[in-house]
């Protein structure tokens, strides 16, 4: 926190948004695996304020990733127990000791793969982000992946394809004509976070 205050006096001067991520997100991220110890996966109220009051002495331009079960990558949900009333919980507890109703802007840190009952529970309590890089990756791929096998046949060398031995297949190898495409399959899955989100025409920050 002391490091984070330290760098967060200098952001604040040219107003440069802060957030810093209280305890660990669990799984495996870099091959380093933070599972072992799933006490440290949960946040609690008294560390989300002591951060919350270090945070204020500064500024107000700072987000918090509180840790309520998150876990890098993406994983099936019954496998791991997100408890996004943590977060309700730190809320109540900051409004106790300062008056302030719902005094921290969470971040819900690796919400690829999440039930969305948990995401709409976690914007109740005032998430106002939610990272899916996870997600976003795979409609990539799945668009890359998709085109390469409906166009296999075309893809396996420079000349020739089933429509004939001396046509080139230029068209379907060059890499602005597939990865130019993905945008379509990023853009529905960008929707679906917007949906998920409660942001759909909306763009106040607190709105």
């Known amino acids: 926190m002391k490091i984070s205050c330290k760098y967060f006096k200098e952001f604040n001067k040219i107003n440069i948004w802060l957030e810093v991520e209280i305890w660990i997100t669990g799984g495996e991220e870099e091959g380093a695996d933070s599972t072992s110890d799933k006490s440290k996966m949960y946040t609690s109220p008294e560390e989300l304020y002591y951060a919350y009051s270090e945070l204020s002495k500064v500024g107000d331009n700072f987000t918090?990733?509180?840790?309520?079960?998150?876990?890098?990558?993406?994983?099936?949900?019954w496998n791991v127990e997100l408890k996004p009333e943590i977060l309700d919980?730190?809320?109540?507890?900051?409004?106790?000791?300062?008056?302030e109703n719902k005094a921290i802007n969470y971040v819900f840190h690796w919400g690829s793969g999440s039930e969305e009952e948990k995401i709409k529970q976690a914007i109740e309590y005032w998430v106002i982000k939610m990272n899916v890089d996870t997600d976003t990756q795979w409609a990539f791929w799945e668009w890359v992946k998709e085109f390469s096998e409906k166009n296999k046949d075309y893809m396996q060398s420079q000349i020739w394809n089933p429509d004939g031995e001396d046509l080139p297949n230029k068209k379907y190898y060059?890499?602005?004509?597939?990865?130019?495409?993905?945008?379509?399959?990023?853009?529905?899955?960008?929707?679906?976070?917007?949906e998920d989100l409660n942001a759909i025409g909306k763009s106040k920050f607190r709105d």
């Open 64 to 77: 918090i990733a509180a840790m309520f079960g998150n876990v890098h990558w993406v994983y099936k949900p």
């Open 89 to 99: 919980q730190a809320q109540k507890y900051i409004e106790e000791k300062t008056g």
């Open 174 to 194: 060059d890499p602005r004509k597939w990865l130019a495409s993905w945008q379509e399959s990023m853009k529905k899955r960008i929707i679906k976070a917007f």
